[in-house]
């Protein structure tokens, strides 16, 4: 009998350890849509490279910020830089992962996918209310040989707080003085029309039941689920298709270093072809983390993305960070964090 509760002492023992180590390997995230897509397929190649699995959940900008902040997660999301008070307050470092841009969708029948095109101007007429219809003279002005329909619009918005929203209305705020008056540019704003829905998802998924219907999402979001997407005329004055290239080309103009915790603006650059809506997304790391293990297996994860994923990052159609930016936000990790 000794010899037997001996042997199951040291199998459960063996399956408490085995445990205890598999538990250290996961790490926890919470936080924005907008780099879901590309946080998921990192996740799916950073364990079988080095068996750090990642538990991700997009929850949207706001909540990651919350999450972090009451220290529930290992690591928060954001796609709207926090302000540097909180980020000292809140004992926090934030460094950036990657680049994306988002997109206007629409659901107008008989119009092609890129074939609208629009100004940030009269999307910020749309969504003050103030054009209400799809052929209204303004938009048939910029889109001759498109048929469009005697169609009222439906505008559809992030109803949770989101970093996507931060960067859409960041976006009005710029083109539009009577926006930046009126509403202004946060993750939550008081919105003048239209219908909330919750997530990436919420927004597609009502932009496709409501003929008429326009909204924002992110780009990969938008090409992953073949949502049909619109043109935009940039600083420049040209009308450009969202496009990898084209979040490249506003990405070169960001000026890095003039931003204290990488919170560049990459809205409306300059650039002949540049995509005008276009951020950084961020994570946030805690300075006083319970267990210090689970951060160093969060700097490991975005320290092989950072080698290893841009390839990835590319096929989504985000665009990698600079290396300039890279080694910057590794050096900031290493002095800050310490590990």
């Known amino acids: ?4 509760t001996s042997l199951l002492g040291a199998a459960v023992a063996s399956l408490a350890l085995f445990a ?5 390997q996961q790490i926890t995230g919470a936080g924005a849509t907008f780099p879901a897509p590309v946080y998921t397929k990192w996740g799916e190649a950073v364990k079988a490279a080095t068996g750090i699995q990642l538990n991700y959940q997009a929850i949207g900008s706001g909540g990651g910020i919350n999450q972090i902040t009451n220290r529930t997660v290992d690591f928060g999301a954001t796609d709207a830089p926090m302000p540097n008070d909180r980020i000292a307050s809140g004992n926090i470092v934030q460094v950036p992962t990657v680049i994306g841009g988002v997109v206007p969708i629409v659901n107008i029948p008989g119009v092609a996918d890129d074939a609208l095109k629009l100004t940030g101007e009269l999307l910020a007429e749309i969504y003050l209310g103030k054009i209400t219809k799809w052929n209204d003279p303004k938009i048939v002005e910029l889109n001759r040989g ?24 960041s976006y009005l ?16 704003v008081k919105w003048v029309v239209g219908n909330g829905a919750r997530g990436n998802d919420g927004v597609a998924a009502t932009v496709r039941q409501v003929r008429g ?4 999402v992110e780009s990969a979001f ?23 290239e084209s979040f490249s080309a506003a990405a070169e103009n960001g000026d890095w270093s003039a931003n204290p915790n990488f919170a560049v603006n990459l809205i409306d650059t300059q650039g002949a072809t540049s995509w005008p809506i276009v951020s ?10 319970k267990d210090e293990s689970r951060t160093t297996n969060v700097l490991k994860f975005f320290d092989w993305a950072y080698t290893n994923g841009d390839k990835i990052a590319r096929d989504l159609e985000y665009v990698p960070l600079p290396q300039k930016v890279k080694d910057a936000a590794r050096a900031t990790w290493r002095a800050q964090l310490k590990y």
């Open 222 to 244: 938008a090409t992953q689920n073949k949502l049909s997407a619109t043109q935009l005329r940039n600083r420049a004055g040209q009308f450009v298709a969202a496009s990898l």
């Open 173 to 188: 705020s710029a083109v539009s003085p009577e926006w930046k008056e009126k509403v202004g540019a946060a993750t939550s």
């Open 213 to 216: 219907g326009i909204g924002y």
């Open 280 to 289: 950084a997304t961020f994570i946030l790391l805690p300075k006083d983390a």
């Open 146 to 169: 498109v048929a469009l329909p005697n169609l009222a619009i439906a505008p559809a918005y992030r109803a949770d707080g989101s970093g996507t929203t931060f960067v859409f209305t």
């Open 1 to 4: 009998m000794n010899r037997l």
């Open 20 to 24: 205890g180590a598999a538990s250290a």
